[in-house]
């Protein structure tokens, strides 16, 4: 007899051997039992997680010798020929190769024929998705009133794609994907009966693999008991499926804790030099500081990570030496990586980049103390302007007042507050030029309350102001920056700023010109004594946020 592989040999033969699909199995013994059994299925889901098999199974409990049953019993001549696949009235139709209008033709004649043996005919067409229009609609009438000894089992893993007409008709059932624990479970029955020496690790890595497919874990497993006889290995285990192993990206955690740049870029090296595929292993790093996360939010949540005990508990350990800022940080740049090897022609060099930035960047938790900074910058830099405009600014300096000799009693209260009344007037327009010299302040205020505003802003320049009205320039490329700003809420962050570095309202409106006047760079506003602050802070921004720092130069 020829060699029966694992996924064929460890089929269930009863519905109370299918996986995790319980909601399906019991809905289909129930309807048996009561005799409501349906004229048409769709079964839907993932590849390898039971459709086809609960199909055959609902023939075999129609057709048995004992049936309709709910426990076919698997040993008469029609459970022998279905599970065997040489029943006559069970027919098995690949809808990928027979999805022409002519195959369906041809099916419609052969349903007014009545079973060969058993009392249902069952045609189970696999991948119905691929049945093309035509098809579909030669399909609608015999599938809404089949003869009464037809029964229609549809499967497919995009069930989105068969037309409405035809999923009204059926009464469809939604397979789930299997979990970590149901597939190791399985497996490790399936190594003992065949007596294979198989550690935990090397279980989980097979179904981590097989991302909750049965039919993909017990092929997998059929392979390596191919490769390395009786007893399987995790270093086995990873090599043959390219998965990589744990060992490794405990490593590659570590390096980026110590900040080891060179040592991580050989581990880099050696990673690709050994053939694991790159996307695979980028996957792999997603799920392990995913774990990690979730290990840093709450020990509690530990039954959320799908490994063995042990390894739950370095997991434990190394979270510690992370903050949740620096793991949502770390699995942001991993999942960017991966949309960038998916388009990059060289696979490394994404990898190596994003390896770089994550052992050179900065402790992500001093985020609030940036942003303290900050401010405490904008103050300062506040300040220093008032102090250099004071002398200079004739236009509001307070009108001289003869001199009053207070009571003697009042000189003992030198802590009270003198409060000189102004002559109230009008108020008059600030100069454009206090808008251009405030520039960058109002941009930093405007950036710590919405950053979108601030970045649109950067291109722009103030043009003048009338009637309280302050119109912004963008040069006409820029229309974009126009538009969004022009949005409401935006409109508004921008006003409430300028009132608050100000103190006067002014209300804002934006235009496109044909080429911005050259005012006064936002660099030459800094003063000396701040820059050197601004520029580490400028550092961590770019270390938080990636991306590169451009100068934009005067078209």
């Avoid at 069970?90 to 009545?114: C, H, P, Q």
């Avoid at 190596?352 to 992500?364: C, F, M, Q, S, Y």
Wanted: with cysteine.
């Amino acid at each position: 007899m020829s060699y029966i592989v694992f996924a064929r040999k460890w089929r269930p033969k009863d519905f109370d051997k299918v996986l995790g699909q319980s909601h399906v199995t019991t809905t289909l013994k129930n309807a048996i039992a009561q005799n409501r059994v349906a004229h048409a299925y769709l079964f839907s889901g993932p590849r390898g997680i039971g459709k086809t098999t609960t199909a055959r199974l609902l023939a075999m409990a129609l057709n048995c010798k004992d049936g309709p049953t709910q426990t076919p019993c698997g040993i008469c001549d029609s459970c022998k020929e279905t599970i065997n696949g040489t029943n006559l009235d069970v027919i098995e139709i690949d809808g990928a190769s027979n999805r022409g209008i002519e195959e369906v033709r041809t099916l419609r004649e052969n349903v007014k024929f009545g079973p060969a043996r058993g009392k249902f005919k069952v045609y189970i067409i696999d991948e119905v998705h691929m049945l093309t229009e035509e098809a579909f609609n030669a399909l609608l009438k015999t599938l809404e009133e089949p003869p009464a000894h037809v029964i229609f089992v549809f499967a497919t893993t995009r069930a989105y794609k068969v037309p409405s007409t035809i999923l009204s008709r059926c009464q469809r059932f939604d397979f789930k994907r299997l979990t970590m624990e149901e597939v190791v479970g399985k497996l490790r029955e399936i190594a003992k009966e065949e007596k294979l020496d198989i550690n935990e690790e090397a279980l989980f890595t097979i179904a981590r693999a097989a991302e909750g497919s049965m039919r993909d874990a017990e092929s997998m497993l059929d392979q390596l008991a191919s490769f390395c006889g009786k007893t399987i290995d995790l270093e086995s285990t990873s090599s043959i499926l390219g998965m990589v192993g744990q060992e490794i990206l405990f490593d590659f955690a570590d390096r980026i804790i110590n900040k080891d740049t060179s040592g991580i870029l050989k581990s880099v090296d050696k990673l690709i030099s050994s053939g694991k595929d790159i996307p695979q292993f980028l996957n792999s790093l997603v799920w392990h500081f995913r774990n990690l996360l979730v290990a840093k939010v709450g020990d509690e949540l530990s039954s959320l990570i799908d490994l063995p005990k042990d390894m739950i508990e370095r997991i434990c350990g190394q979270s510690k030496s992370f903050t949740i800022e620096n793991l949502l940080y770390i699995l942001t740049v991993l999942t960017n990586t991966q949309d960038a090897v998916r388009r990059a022609t060289s696979q490394r060099i994404p990898l190596e980049l994003a390896a770089i930035r994550l052992t050179r960047k900065e402790d992500i938790s001093s985020l609030s103390s940036i942003l303290d900074r900050l401010s405490d910058l904008e103050k300062g830099i506040e300040s220093t302007t008032l102090k250099a405009e004071l002398p200079t600014s004739g236009k509001h300096h307070t009108p001289h007042r003869e001199e009053r000799r207070e009571p003697e009693k009042n000189l003992s209260t030198k802590e009270e507050k003198i409060v000189i009344e102004v002559e109230a007037k009008d108020p008059v327009d600030v100069p454009i030029e206090r808008v251009c010299e405030t520039w960058a302040n109002l941009i930093r205020i405007i950036a710590a309350k919405k950053m979108s505003v601030a970045l649109f802003l950067q291109v722009a320049q103030p043009l003048k102001i009338e009637d309280k009205i302050l119109t912004i320039a963008f040069a006409r490329e820029n229309r974009f920056n126009k538009e969004a700003l022009e949005a409401n809420d935006n409109k508004k962050i921008t006003e409430r700023a300028l009132k608050e570095i100000l103190n006067q309202e002014l209300r804002v409106e934006f235009k496109l010109v044909d080429e911005l006047e050259k005012r006064v760079s936002v660099e030459n506003l800094m003063q000396d004594e701040h820059k050197e602050d601004i520029d580490n802070v400028v550092k961590s921004a770019l270390n938080i946020f990636g991306g590169n720092l451009k100068k934009r130069e005067p078209t």
